[in-house]
């Protein structure tokens, strides 16, 4: 089993381009099945996430192929509508297959997507806006069944209870196709929304609102293929800022997506770090011990602190100067890295959703075991500032989210190596 092997201490230099956002590549790889042609993505991440998605579209007859960072698939031969349940356990995206095959192929037999274990991840939300587009749902010991007696959708006027982002792409991806128009409120605003939706109208589909809460999708559109680049990852791209935060330094981050960072960027300036942005540039530098951040860190939908950044900001603020406090909204269990940080020892109290962290003068080396995707990008943060070496075991968690971490970092002067 690999593990990547860390020693702290060395301040991070240099410039690093921003891998493609892994949050938009697998909704836009299934949404590509859609499009009965040709779809070229470029800035794909190489991640064992897309690769688990390529097997889905491989496996219901679509051919997707890599070539560096850019994938092809061809999407004319689909022949099948039932995805394997080890297909589907690979990750949470799988789910997003659904919305796919229903606006193709009008059936889909899927389960309950795998994906990192953040408390309960339930999908009681695309179902009901799925049903109400007219889709009958049955599940039978775990398998789900979708099939539309009338062969094709029908637009609704959805209202999420929350803006979830697997069911706002569910939704668009099956009202692209579907008969009349969709309405959706209280819609997810993430960029990678987005991004899906300027793909969808690369292939002629018709939606508006997109980044606002509330999307209009035109149906019956005619699909067709096209050649997309996806937007960079903004939460790779806090990793490594909250990286060198951590362990001092100086670094350049290129084709970043800077607007979608902000939300990051506001908070991490408070801890004293130097921020400087530019088109698609974002400059910090790290020098002194972190400040605490003064006021709450509460994870909220986009455009406020991304979820997804909770675990790497903490795990820069464990050796911070002063007492910052998490406030983890939007996911039941999102602090099982906590442990593996106080193992290296971190001061953290997790009190419900609330996780105080007293910044210590200094962690330490420790051998630590990876909870989940962003976890164990926290663990290499920590491990990157703390004092001798830290071993990080399953890694392979790592992996779904960043494409050859430690040839990133070492590119940054980190020593840090895969064993
Ligand atoms: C997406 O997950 C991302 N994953 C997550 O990133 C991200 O943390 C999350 O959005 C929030 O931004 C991908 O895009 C592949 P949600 P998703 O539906 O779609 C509850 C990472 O590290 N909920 O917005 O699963 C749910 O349990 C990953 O890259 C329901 O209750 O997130 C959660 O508490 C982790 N019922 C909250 O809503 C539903 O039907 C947000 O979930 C759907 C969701």
Do not use: W
């Not at 092997?5 to 299934?30: C, D, F, H, W, Y």
């Not at 069911?167 to 990678?192: H, K, S």
């Not at 084709?255 to 921020?275: H, Y």
């Amino acid at each position: 089993m690999q593990k990547l092997v860390v020693t702290g201490g060395k301040p991070l230099r240099g410039e690093l381009s921003v891998q493609g956002s892994k949050n938009s590549a697998l909704p836009i790889m299934a949404a590509s099945l859609m499009c009965g042609g040709e779809c070229r993505l470029h800035r794909c991440p190489k991640l064992t996430d897309i690769y688990a998605a390529s097997r889905i579209l491989n496996c219901v007859g679509c051919r997707c192929t890599f070539s560096g960072n850019s994938a092809a698939v061809d999407s004319r031969s689909i022949d099948r509508t039932e995805i394997p349940e080890e297909l589907m356990r690979e990750m949470r995206s799988s789910i997003i297959f659904m919305g796919a095959m229903l606006g193709t192929a009008g059936e889909c037999t899927v389960s309950v997507p795998g994906g990192c274990e953040l408390g309960p991840r339930p999908i009681d939300m695309h179902l009901a806006a799925l049903k109400r587009m007219g889709v009958d749902i049955s599940e039978l010991s775990g398998r789900i069944v979708c099939r539309i007696p009338s062969g094709r959708a029908h637009g609704a006027k959805i209202s999420l209870a929350f803006p979830s982002v697997g069911a706002t792409e569910n939704i668009i991806l099956c009202a692209v196709t579907a008969d009349g128009e969709t309405v959706i409120n209280n819609a997810a605003r993430e960029p990678e929304i987005c991004d899906l939706c300027g793909f969808l109208r690369a292939c002629g589909a018709r939606i508006t609102g997109d980044g606002e809460s509330r999307i209009v999708v035109k149906g019956k559109a005619k699909l067709h293929g096209c050649e997309y680049t996806i937007m960079p990852d903004r939460i790779a791209a806090a990793t490594y800022l909250s990286m060198t935060a951590a362990a001092g330094g100086e670094i350049i981050l290129t084709n970043a997506c800077v607007p979608e960072t902000e939300p990051f960027l506001s908070v991490l300036e408070q801890t004293g770090c130097s921020i400087y942005t530019g088109e698609n540039k974002i400059y910090l530098h790290s020098g002194v011990r972190l400040r605490a951040v003064r006021e709450r860190i509460r994870t909220m939908p986009h455009p406020g602190f991304p979820t997804d950044a909770q675990a790497v900001l903490m795990a820069a603020l464990a050796a911070a100067d002063g007492t910052s406090i998490f406030e983890e909204n939007i996911f039941d269990c999102r602090y099982r890295h906590t442990d593996a940080l106080i193992k290296m020892g971190a001061d953290i109290q997790v009190l419900g959703k609330v996780a105080i962290v007293k910044g210590v003068r200094r962690l330490h080396g420790a051998n630590v075991e990876a909870t989940d995707l962003r976890g164990g990008a926290a663990m290499a943060v920590a491990a990157l500032a703390a004092e001798g070496t830290t071993q990080i075991t399953k890694i392979s968690h790592i992996d779904r989210g960043y494409e050859k971490i430690e040839e990133a970092v070492s590119a940054l002067g980190g020593d840090i190596r895969r064993a």
